[in-house]
């Protein structure tokens, strides 16, 4: 039987078809990439804060057992440990209370120091593993605006007292921790005042504090991490910030969990970071001998 003349063969595509199918399937993928991407930061945003909500258990199930919350640590030699446990960073003294006792009680400081908490990382940020050799993490307790003891905060530095929950005048609208900013250029690199120690015995700095700091009339507030290798690493020293799009996570005091705006306004965010005036600070801490 011989073929019509004119008619193609079956199942042959003309060159129009493939180019209407090439052009559908590009649609598809414009609108399904979008899309996936927003589900995966919907996710990380998910178990960030979920992360927080954890954090914020351990910070009051160590409140419970010591009646106060953790210290903010003061610095301590890179190769010993430290002779009281204090000394050490918050991210430390919590870890009996998230399931780590024997990270807790080693004796190794290589091994606490290369012994990463998968808790302690926002997966919006980075992956959990070693940084620069050491065990890191995404997120700083409150140090209210006082640089040097955190004294208005709810995280004060080991030495200058301690803060029990009892006694604050609120716990509801009172920072206790959030996410830190960082240069994400910097992320792979070993710069002071970001990462630059191990996340359980930096002590009293910018690596696990944040603050609202005072600028001039004002404070600062949250703002998106950096990407900037022109911008030095400490440029991001005493601020809150995250890799989220619109805001950080953070957990009250009363351990709920929730995001605030990078657009807050800095009195806002100052007064969220403030326990109370630093006036009424012995009436709510009592000063342990340094």
Same mark, same amino acid.
Request: hydrophobic share 35%.
């Given at each position: 039987?011989?073929?019509?003349?004119?008619?193609?063969?079956?199942?042959?595509?003309?060159?129009?078809?493939?180019?209407?199918?090439?052009?559908?399937?590009?649609?598809?993928?414009?609108?399904?990439?979008?899309?996936?991407?927003?589900?995966?930061?919907?996710?990380? +945003?998910?178990?960030?804060?979920?992360?927080?909500?954890?954090?914020?258990?351990?910070?009051?199930?160590?409140?419970?057992?010591?009646?106060?919350?953790?210290?903010?640590?003061?610095?301590?030699?890179?190769?010993?440990?430290?002779?009281?446990?204090?000394?050490?960073?918050?991210?430390?003294?919590?870890?009996?209370?998230?399931?780590?006792?024997?990270?807790?009680?080693?004796?190794?400081?290589?091994?606490?120091?290369?012994?990463?908490?998968?808790?302690?990382?926002?997966?919006?940020?980075?992956?959990?593993?070693?940084?620069?050799?050491?065990?890191?993490?995404?997120?700083?307790?409150?140090?209210?605006?006082?640089?040097?003891?955190?004294?208005?905060?709810?995280?004060?530095?080991?030495?200058?007292?301690?803060?029990?929950?009892?006694?604050?005048? !609120?716990? !509801?609208?009172?920072?206790?921790?959030? #996410? +830190?900013?960082?240069?994400?250029?910097?992320?792979?690199?070993?710069?002071?005042?970001?990462?630059?120690?191990?996340?359980?015995?930096?002590?009293?700095?910018?690596?696990?504090?944040?603050?609202?700091?005072?600028?001039?009339?004002?404070?600062?507030?949250?703002?998106?991490?950096?990407?900037?290798?022109?911008?030095?690493?400490?440029?991001?020293?005493?601020?809150?910030?995250?890799?989220?799009?619109?805001?950080?996570?953070?957990?009250?005091?009363?351990? !709920?969990?929730?995001?605030?705006?990078?657009?807050?306004?800095?009195?806002?965010?100052?007064?969220?970071?403030?326990? !109370? #005036?630093?006036?009424?600070?012995?009436?709510?801490?009592?000063?342990?001998? +340094?």
């Amino acid at each position: 039987m011989t073929r019509s003349p004119g008619r193609r063969p079956r199942g042959a595509v003309t060159l129009i078809e493939f180019l209407v199918i090439v052009a559908v399937i590009a649609i598809v993928v414009a609108l399904l990439v979008p899309a996936i991407l927003k589900v995966r930061e919907v996710s990380a +945003r998910a178990q960030c804060a979920n992360n927080l909500r954890q954090i914020g258990l351990a910070f009051h199930g160590h409140h419970d057992v010591y009646q106060m919350l953790p210290s903010g640590g003061r610095d301590t030699p890179p190769s010993t440990l430290a002779t009281t446990k204090r000394d050490y960073s918050w991210c430390y003294q919590i870890l009996p209370f998230i399931g780590q006792h024997g990270l807790y009680s080693t004796t190794d400081p290589a091994k606490l120091d290369t012994t990463p908490v998968p808790l302690y990382y926002c997966p919006a940020r980075r992956s959990v593993r070693l940084y620069h050799h050491h065990a890191v993490s995404d997120y700083a307790g409150n140090g209210g605006t006082d640089l040097i003891d955190g004294l208005d905060g709810t995280i004060v530095r080991t030495g200058a007292g301690v803060v029990n929950i009892g006694r604050m005048p !609120s716990t !509801s609208n009172v920072l206790l921790l959030g #996410e +830190r900013r960082v240069n994400l250029a910097y992320i792979e690199e070993c710069v002071d005042n970001q990462d630059s120690e191990t996340c359980y015995r930096y002590g009293w700095n910018g690596n696990g504090i944040r603050w609202a700091r005072p600028v001039g009339n004002s404070w600062l507030t949250p703002a998106p991490d950096l990407s900037n290798p022109g911008i030095p690493a400490n440029a991001t020293h005493y601020q809150f910030g995250s890799s989220h799009p619109a805001g950080m996570n953070v957990c009250f005091a009363d351990g !709920s969990v929730r995001t605030i705006s990078f657009t807050v306004s800095p009195p806002v965010f100052r007064n969220v970071c403030v326990r !109370s #005036e630093r006036r009424d600070f012995e009436a709510e801490c009592y000063r342990p001998r +340094r």
